[in-house]
């Protein structure tokens, strides 16, 4: 089921996020923020890297002291993937960060004070090719604008956005993405359809404090689908009150959902009923829960009987039709052997790993080749 997303994306200039390219023709990056304490390096580095393990791109990292300034050093001397540093009102701190490796400052520049502060953040930023995130969220707006619309409203992030893009023009730093966040979704999406006709820098999407597990994720979905089907986005984060390791996972499954973007198995199963000749729940928790480390882009169908098993195995790489007193599993839309309920999800996890090996291998006698 291998078919090119039809949603057109918008044209932003590209920036570096250290070794990652966002905007412009960049694949859509997924990130996410730890939750530790940034003094604790020990437990910072560990999160970080598990967070590249799930698949980050980019990983943000609060800075909110001096003291988590020179711990930061420290983590970014032992993880590779690119971090963003979350720095609010000390210009100090930002100024720190930048001589030890940050990769992007996410510093609103008119809540840092004075203009020789702001002069001195962007003037080490530019120094650096540091890009920074400016980021607007409907829970600390200015009190001016509280006072001026009264309550959160897309106007009002919008103004406060170009409030700061105001100052970074005005030193001519163009090297920046913007993001426009708040919990409520219909308020996010207007903000950024708002701003994404205005500017061409990137976008870096997400609801704030979208919630827990389950609610936060239903949230995002649907606020970043309805932007992401707009073409607008350029990386993305899912806020949830649950493991950041979660936050990446649910981000890939948004844009596979869109085809924009792929990592590890799509699954196309059904919700069972009891036309079902296995049971199709625990045996997709199984395979979910053992292959989660597959990073080969691959859709592998489960269906639980002959209804539409057989029309979905043809479309996916691999499948699987509910069969008695076997089921009968596909191999690239053609009936490859049966399985029985037995040994099932063995049976598959192993068809499934073996699949996976000869791609990896096809791929890497490609690149072989190609460096001869």
């Given at each position: ?44 580095v560990a999160q970080i ?55 992007c400052l996410r510093i ?265």
């Open positions: 089921m291998k078919h090119e997303s039809p949603i057109k994306r918008r044209q932003s200039r590209q920036i570096m996020v250290g070794k990652v390219p966002v905007g412009g023709d960049a694949p859509i990056a997924v990130q996410s923020m730890t939750n530790t304490d940034t003094c604790d390096v020990a437990a910072t890297r598990a967070l590249e393990e799930a698949g980050a791109d980019i990983v943000r990292v609060s800075v909110p002291s001096m003291d988590a300034a020179e711990a930061f050093g420290k983590i970014r001397q032992q993880v590779n993937v690119p971090l963003v540093s979350d720095i609010h009102f000390d210009y100090k701190i930002a100024l720190r960060v930048a001589e030890l490796g940050v990769d609103n520049p008119g809540n840092i004070g004075r203009d020789d502060r702001v002069s001195a953040v962007i003037e080490a930023a530019r120094d650096r090719g540091i890009p920074i995130r400016i980021g607007v969220n409907a829970g600390s707006l200015e009190k001016s604008l509280q006072r001026k619309y009264g309550e959160p409203t897309a106007d009002a992030l919008v103004e406060s956005a170009m409030r700061h893009i105001d100052i970074l023009d005005r030193y001519d730093f163009q090297n920046y993405k913007v993001s426009l966040k708040a919990s409520e979704v219909f308020m996010t999406v207007d903000a950024y359809r708002k701003i994404a006709s205005q500017i061409d820098q990137p976008l870096h999407l997400g609801i704030t404090e979208a919630g827990g597990f389950r609610s936060g994720t239903v949230k995002s979905s649907i606020g970043l689908g309805m932007l992401l089907m707009d073409g607008i986005g350029d990386t993305i984060r899912v806020s949830l009150a649950a493991d950041p390791v979660q936050e990446i996972k649910v981000g890939y499954d948004i844009l596979k959902s869109l085809r924009l973007r792929s990592r590890g198995i799509n699954f196309i199963a059904c919700p069972s009923c009891s036309r079902q000749n296995f049971d199709v729940i625990q045996t997709m928790n199984d395979l979910e829960a053992r292959l989660e480390d597959v990073n080969t882009s691959m859709d592998v169908a489960i269906i639980g009987c002959i209804v539409n098993g057989p029309g979905e195995a043809k479309e996916a790489d691999i499948g699987l039709t509910g069969g008695s007193p076997k089921n009968l599993f596909y191999m690239a839309g053609k009936p490859n052997q049966k399985l029985d309920n037995a040994t099932l999800t063995d049976d598959l996890e192993r068809l499934i790993r073996e699949e996976v090996a000869r791609r990896q291998e096809q791929e890497e006698a490609i690149i072989a080749r190609s460096d001869d």
